[in-house]
Structures are given as C-alpha cells and as structure tokens.
C-alpha cells in the first residue's frame, strides 16, 4: 500500500484523528466526574446552614435546635472573632512577605480570626491532633501553615511562635492573652478549603465566651441522608416562620448529582460524536484500504502466482494492518509528548 503514498497518507490520517479524538474526548469526561466527586468529597462535610439574623445568640440556639436532628452524624458551628496584634512581634519574615508585601505598614496592628467550632467538634479536632482536652479548653489550637502562590509556589509558617507561648491580643481596647495549646496543619470541619494568610486561631466555645461571644456565622454538618435533613429542615422553617426569612441551607449531595447529571448529558452527547467520527474514520479508512487493495490486484497476482500461499497472504495483509495501527499510535503520542514539553 506504500506504493500510494497520498492513500497512505490519508489512512494513518484517519487513524491518528480517530485515535485522538475518542482518547482526548473520553478523558474529558472521565476528568468532569472525577473532579466533581473529589471537591464534594474532599470538603469534610455534605451540608451547611447559614442564618442572616444579626442576633448571634440566636443563631447560636438555632444551630444547636437543629444539632439534634436525628440524620446527623457530625456537626460544627463556627462562631468567629477577629483579634488585633502587633504584627512585628510576631509574623515571621515569611508571613510579612504575604501579609505586607514586604514594605512595612503605616498599622501597627492586624487581625487573627479566632474561630470555636462547638463543643463536639472541637472535642473531636482536639483528639485528632493528639491533644488533651482539657490543657486545650483554655488555650488556642494555631493554624500556622500557609500555601502562597505567587510567581512560584510557596509555603512556610506565618508566625514566630511555639506550643507553650503567649499570643497578646486585643479586642475592644481589652487586652487578651491567648496560649498556644497546639500548633497545627490540619483543620476543623468548615475550614478544610480555607486558606487565610493570617492562620486561625481554633478555640474552644468556653474561651469563646470569655473573650465575647463571636458572631455566628455558619453550621457544617456530615449526614447520613442529606435529603431527610433537607425535608426535616424545612419542617422546622415552617414551624418557625419567623426564622424562615433568615435560614437557608445548601444540600452539596444534591449539587453533586446535579453536576454529575450535567456530566452526563455532555459525556453521552460527547460520545454521541465521537461515534460519529470513528464511523466517519472507519469509512475512510475501510475506503481507502479496499481501494488501494484494488490497485494492487496485480501485484497479488504476480505473488501469488510465484508461489504464495493464502495463508503467507493473509499473513502480510495482518502485518500492514498492525503496521498502520502502530504508526498512528506512535503519531498520536508524539504529539501528546509534543504538546506536554511545550506547554511546559
């Protein structure tokens, strides 16, 4: 088939654009429902509760009603509160260059938020991090590791500070000592995705209300059957309309189906047209084939008739037949190779 080089041509062609296409197409796919699992999955929780009343306290009692919800497995209620310090007492070099910029601030002050998380949670972070309750009850649980991405990719500590210091704060002109219990990379349910460049300060609610009770703002919750809780919440709004003007809810189960339905659709219309180009492709190619096996007849004929058996011919047509296919795949991963090094 070489002899017709443009036929040739034309059927790696077919083959390499076939090959790529169902690969690239199917990856795709593959990637939108990867994706789509791995955030909802990675976010430590399938539910949050968000109250827009302006009275914390009774938010607060909102949030705990609801903690009693028999779907429930695990819950945290974030109340926060923003704490003033002198930053060059304590920033490291690494945390003035991506909280300053590296100039030096006309303040003198900045702000750690401080964050309670419930007692149940906090009671479960403490244990997960191998501490102590009860040396931690009292004390804060710093959140210290900072991920930069400038020119290049950054990380290191923001503070200059150790397990057993004091944390000197303020908050409405009274001073507020804190001791660091612990220092820390991992984080509570709510704050897995968050990266603030000034850490957090994880406290438990008892400290919380020491230091003034901080505004609650939102309620993580792990459950067992998203969609009852859904319809147990909104029994709740109903018996309390005066709560349902301020409560809303996300229900991140029912977003993961919804996005994985959207996937779906575009991964059967995806496929729908590679089909249509891998038929296209194998018209081509079957064309081309029978063509040039045409054009060839004499030449057949001459082997055959100096002693080629149909079992030696056979034999040479499967050998070109996987020649083709090994050409078309070395072509498609040259490209790939290609298109990597560049991009890098």
């Known amino acids: 088939m070489k002899r017709s080089k443009k036929k040739y041509r034309a059927t790696i062609v077919s083959l390499v654009i076939s090959i790529v296409t169902f690969i690239a197409i199917s990856a795709f796919i593959d990637y939108g429902f990867n994706l789509s699992n791995v955030y909802y999955k990675e976010l430590g929780y399938n539910f949050n509760i968000y109250s827009s009343d302006e009275n914390t306290e009774q938010n607060f009692k909102i949030y705990k009603d609801i903690s009693n919800f028999e779907t429930i497995d695990e819950y945290s209620i974030h109340r926060n509160v923003n704490l003033s310090f002198d930053y060059n007492k304590y ?91 612990s220092i820390t990379d991992k984080k509570p349910m709510g704050l897995e995705e968050s990266n603030c460049s000034l850490g957090y300060l994880i406290v438990s609610d008892s400290l919380m209300d ?100 149909k079992k030696e011919f056979n034999r040479m047509i499967r050998l070109e037949s996987i020649f083709y296919g090994t050409k078309s795949l070395i072509i498609r991963n040259t490209n790939r190779y290609i298109t990597v090094i560049f991009y890098i």
Do not use: W
Not at 141 to 148: E, P, V
């Open 210 to 309: 020491k230091l003034g009770l901080g505004e609650t703002t939102l309620m993580y919750i792990q459950s067992n059957n998203s969609d009852k809780l859904a319809e147990l919440l909104e029994e709740y709004m109903k018996q309390h309309p005066e709560f349902s003007n301020t409560l809303s809810f996300s229900n991140y189960d029912e977003y993961a189906r919804s996005n994985n339905a959207l996937v779906l659709v575009i991964s059967i219309f995806l496929y729908g047209f590679i089909a249509v180009i891998t038929a296209i492709g194998v018209t081509n190619i079957f064309n081309t084939i029978t063509t040039n096996m045409n054009l060839r007849s004499k030449e057949f004929a001459n082997l055959k008739s100096i002693g080629m058996t």
């Open 91 to 181: 920033l490291s070099e690494f945390g003035k260059k991506i909280n300053l910029g590296g100039e030096p601030s006309l303040d003198d002050k900045m702000y750690i938020p401080v964050v309670s998380v419930g007692e149940d949670e906090y009671k479960r972070y403490i244990s997960d991090i191998g501490e102590n309750y009860d040396k931690c009850k009292d004390a804060g649980i710093l959140i210290n590791k900072y991920i930069y991405y400038g020119e290049k990719k950054e990380e290191g500590y923001i503070y200059n500070l150790n397990k057993g210091d004091i944390l000197e704060t303020e908050l409405k002109e009274n001073k507020q000592n804190i001791k660091i219990a």
